[in-house]
């Protein structure tokens, strides 16, 4: 359930919206990936749901600019 009301409020943003949550999640795997690399990130997990989220919001704005 918690899946698709995120996609229902990634629906309900505009473009510039989306593209700032991008950039957000983008540097948040950035220094997901550096922590791991430095050993020093504790839940490894959590760098396959950033991975997971930036594809959704990509898959959103693909969606809109295919509208």
Request: no cysteine; aromatic share 4%; hydrophobic share 35%.
């Amino acid at each position: 359930m918690k899946r698709k009301d995120y996609l229902e409020e990634l629906n309900g943003k505009n473009v510039e919206q989306l593209q700032a949550d991008l950039v957000s999640a983008k540097k948040e795997l950035f220094n997901l990936r550096f922590q791991n690399a430095t050993n020093q990130l504790n839940n490894t997990a959590r760098i396959k749901e950033v991975r997971k989220t930036i594809a959704r919001i990509q898959t959103v704005l693909t969606q809109k600019a295919n509208s």
